[in-house]
């Protein structure tokens, strides 16, 4: 349900209540700063579902649980801005690329990049990253340590590189570009959201990788055309792009949307695999679910698939409450650029609001026993994300995070490799593998280290029978109704590659349903489509006689 309430003038203003205790020209930074969770989860407990604090000058005011996520999430642009809000990231991405252009023209760029996250593209990923995986793992051996989050950095970068900007990236410049990458990643912190260009030797690393990756990817425009034949990743995407008004992109905006294509790729997905590794390794009861179901599906040299990955339930719920529990993000923010109203409250046009998804996964009202590590929340007879806005591990409404299915993907990808070849347990006390809330990307304390031991026995590989598509029907009803909630459909794609006699999604993205109460023969194909949308825009209800 969605409260908020752009037009209302004749209700009296009342501002959402403030957090005590903020210092002269500080605010509130000083206990946001040494623990940003604990300091919004304070407010939530305080204040409730809204609240302000303050960070130096800029007064913020952080909304958590579903009916304040949904008001966030689905609030024009034109009143909530994003890129206002993410002025942090212009030194990284560049002037006027992305969050630092004029809407149209960024609307433009982010349309340019969604090809290569369609759903075509994405089945040939899987290969890719398989590949990287065993490359990885080719030398370990029968037993070893590793420090965990660094060796996921390294396979995600790799992975992303790969799949997304090409093989110059991936193998001629895989060093160089790995630095460049980790330089400009140490660029997203806290105090760039405030002061993103003081001269702290942080920024002035930042600053040239950037200019050192444009140098790079000015010399390989100029090698690919001297080519006759052309790559099909998102780097030669960018290169044949034009804007609207017939001009190409400049060297300096390709830079800057390369970075945003593997921030996308890769930013979160490295401390998301190591989570869910390290919360395997401390819990053996789910890790053997795991197993069980990776040996039946593939067995010991089991081809690994688009379309098996799809199929991996416990899996995915592990990976599903790893980023419950330890999101990515500290919060999403967007700037007020009109009056914002929820539920009584008037946000004033000048201050910040922010979403928190690990706060607001922590409602014990929407998550039951919410510190306790629990996959079989997700199952269909539970289903407890299944409320609109609940879990917002990739944030939601339509700036949801467009590479979503490509991190899942990534993830299912490299666990249904390692945990068939190797199990992992703990080296130092459970107690020692805590989030590191120094950075704006969370991710395990470093060092992060496990044993790695490899497996002798693997179950073989078991076919289970499917229903047919004529049993997944057999329910009562005319036909069926499809609607698409428009304001979360970004057009991957993926149901016109479900369903083609039923969805078609046109170049810029524009879907359109080609029959809106279908004869009940393509409610298979159409579930489908419903549950593979990467931003659950599809909704497929039964037409009862």
């Known amino acids: ?89 212009t030194p990284i991405f560049g002037k006027g690329v992305v969050f630092d252009a004029p809407p149209h023209k960024k609307d433009q760029q982010l349309k340019m990049l969604m090809p290569v996250l369609r759903d075509k593209p ?6 890719v990253i398989v590949q990287e995986v065993e490359q990885m ?31 110059e990236f991936r193998y001629e410049l895989n060093e160089e570009f790995a630095k460049i990458y980790h330089d400009l990643e ?39 055309a001297l080519k ?35 921030f996308a790729g890769h930013h979160t997905t490295a401390g998301t695999a190591a989570w869910t590794l390290l919360e395997l390794a401390r819990r053996p009861e789910a890790l053997v679910v795991v197993l ?36 990515p993000l500290i919060f999403l923010i967007r700037k007020v650029m009109k009056d914002f109203h929820f539920k009584g409250y008037t946000v004033k046009a000048g ?5 928190s998804p690990r706060v607001s996964h922590r409602i014990a009202e929407v998550f039951p026993e919410p510190e306790k590590f629990d996959p079989d929340r997700y199952s269909e007879a539970r289903q407890e994300d299944a409320l609109p806005f609940s879990w917002i591990a990739f944030g939601g409404g339509k700036h949801k995070c467009t590479g979503n299915a490509f991190a899942m993907l990534q993830l299912k990808a490299i666990f249904s490799i390692l945990l068939r070849r190797y199990t992992f347990e703990l080296v130092d006390e459970k107690d020692h593998y805590q989030d590191d809330f120094t950075q704006m990307v969370v991710q395990p304390v470093s060092p992060c280290r496990v044993r790695y031991i490899k497996r002798k026995t693997i179950k073989t590989a078991t076919v289970e029978s499917t229903l047919t598509e004529a049993q997944e029907n057999r329910q ?70």
């Open 1 to 89: 349900m969605n409260t908020t309430n752009t037009d209302n003038t004749t209700s009296p203003v009342k501002e959402p209540p403030k957090m005590p205790g903020a210092l002269p020209l500080l605010g509130h930074m000083l206990k946001f700063g040494k623990n940003p969770f604990q300091y919004m989860m304070n407010l939530r407990e305080s204040l409730g579902e809204i609240g302000e604090f303050r960070m130096f000058h800029q007064k913020m005011v952080l909304m958590t649980g579903p009916e304040a996520n949904e008001a966030f999430f689905r609030a024009p642009d034109a009143q909530l801005d994003q890129s206002q809000a993410y002025k942090i990231m």
């Open 122 to 127: 994405m089945r040939g990923y899987a290969q």
């Open 137 to 167: 793992i080719a030398g370990w051996g029968d037993t070893g340590e590793i420090d965990l989050l660094e060796f996921m950095k390294e396979l995600t970068i790799y992975t992303s590189s790969h799949c997304l900007l090409g093989d």
């Open 186 to 224: 140490k660029g997203v912190n806290p105090l760039a959201f405030v002061f993103p260009y003081l001269p702290l030797p942080v920024f002035r690393r930042r600053d040239k990788a950037r200019a050192r990756l444009q140098e790079l990817v000015t010399g390989i425009i100029a090698k690919r």
């Open 228 to 262: 006759t034949e052309k790559s099909e990743d998102a780097f030669q995407l960018l290169i044949e792009s034009k804007y609207d008004d017939g001009s190409h992109l400049s060297a300096h905006e390709i830079t800057g949307m390369l970075i945003g294509t593997i």
């Open 292 to 327: 069980k179901e990776l040996d039946e599906l593939f067995g010991t040299d089991g081809e690994v698939t688009f379309q098996s990955l799809r199929e991996i339930p416990a899996l995915e719920n592990v990976i599903k409450e790893v980023l419950r529990l330890h999101p």
């Open 351 to 355: 201050k910040y609001v922010c979403a």
């Open 476 to 545: 009562t009803g005319s036909g069926f109704h499809i609607k698409i909630d428009r304001e979360l459909c970004q057009g991957h794609a993926t149901c016109m590659a479900e369903a083609p006699e039923l969805f078609q999604v046109d170049e810029a993205g524009n879907l359109t349903v080609l029959q809106e109460n279908p004869a009940l023969d393509l409610l298979g194909k159409a579930r489908q489509a419903e549950k593979y949308c990467p931003t659950k825009a599809i909704i497929v209800n039964l037409i009862n006689e």
